[in-house]
C-alpha cells in the first residue's frame, strides 16, 4: 500500500506538533478554527492545515488491516474546541467526505464509520450529531476506492446563532478477515465544510471533492 491522503476541509492549520500540548488558532478568510495540537488523534490524522477556510489533513498511515486475524480496528477522534465566525456568520453545514482505498481477498469484509457533533459554545444545550458507515464485503478484485460523506446543519438544529460551536470528528476504520483472508482499509482523504457567506445555500465544487457549508446570518427581531 502506497501512503494515502486524508484531506479535511473545515478544519484548522498547523505545523508538526511541539512536545508539549498547545492550543491553535488559525483563521481563513470567514472560520477560524482552534484545536490541542497534541490530542491523541494526532498519532493518526496528523496536524490540519488551512486552506482557504478548509482544514486539510494528510495523514501516512490511517488504515486498519487484517491478514488472517479476525477483527482490527484503528479509531481516530479530532476535536476543535472551536469553530466560529468573527463576522457572526452562522455556520449553516458542516460535511465531511471521506475517500479510503480498500481490498478484500478471499472473503472478509472492511467497514468505514464516520461520528460528527457539533455543540454550541454559547448555550450547552445546543447540539448535533449523527453517524454515517459503509461497510463493504466479500473478494473486492483488487484495491478499490469508495468514499463516505456526512453532514451536520448547525443553523437549523441550535437555538442560539450557530457561529460558535466545538466539532467532534470521529473515523472508525475496520477491516475483518479469518485464515487465508486478507482485509484492508486506509484513509485517503477527508474533507470537511467550507463555509462562505453566502445566505441559505449550499453548493458542491465542481471538483467533487470539495462541499461548500455555507453560512448565513440570523436576523435580529422587529
Not at 484548522?12 to 508539549?20: D, E
Not at 454550541?120 to 468514499?147: E, K
Amino acid at each position: 500500500m502506497s501512503a494515502k491522503h486524508l484531506i479535511l476541509a473545515m478544519m484548522v492549520a498547523g505545523a508538526a506538533g511541539p512536545a508539549a500540548a498547545a492550543s491553535i488558532t488559525a483563521c481563513g478568510p470567514t472560520v477560524c478554527y482552534e484545536y490541542d495540537d497534541a490530542q491523541a488523534a494526532v498519532g493518526l490524522t496528523g496536524l490540519p492545515v488551512l486552506v482557504g477556510d478548509d482544514m486539510q489533513f494528510m495523514p501516512t498511515s490511517f488504515l486498519a488491516s487484517s491478514n488472517g486475524a479476525g477483527f482490527v480496528t484503528s479509531v481516530a477522534n479530532f476535536v476543535f474546541d472551536r469553530v466560529w465566525t468573527p463576522g457572526k456568520q452562522e455556520i449553516v453545514s458542516l460535511t465531511t467526505v471521506e475517500e479510503f482505498d480498500y481490498e478484500i481477498v478471499n472473503g472478509g469484509d472492511v467497514r468505514a464509520t464516520l461520528y460528527m457533533q457539533a455543540r454550541s459554545n454559547h448555550a450547552s444545550s445546543d447540539g448535533v450529531s449523527q453517524i454515517w458507515s459503509l461497510p463493504i464485503a466479500g473478494d473486492s478484485g483488487g484495491p478499490q476506492i469508495t468514499s463516505l460523506t456526512g453532514s451536520l446543519l448547525p443553523a437549523a438544529d441550535f437555538t442560539q446563532p450557530a457561529d460558535d460551536m466545538r466539532v467532534s470528528i470521529q473515523n472508525t476504520l475496520r477491516a475483518n478477515a479469518g485464515n487465508g483472508e486478507l482485509a484492508w482499509i486506509q484513509k485517503k482523504f477527508t474533507l470537511v465544510t467550507t463555509v462562505v457567506p453566502v445566505p441559505a445555500a449550499v453548493w458542491l465544487l465542481g471538483s467533487g471533492l470539495g462541499v461548500l457549508g455555507l453560512l448565513r446570518r440570523r436576523r435580529s427581531p422587529a
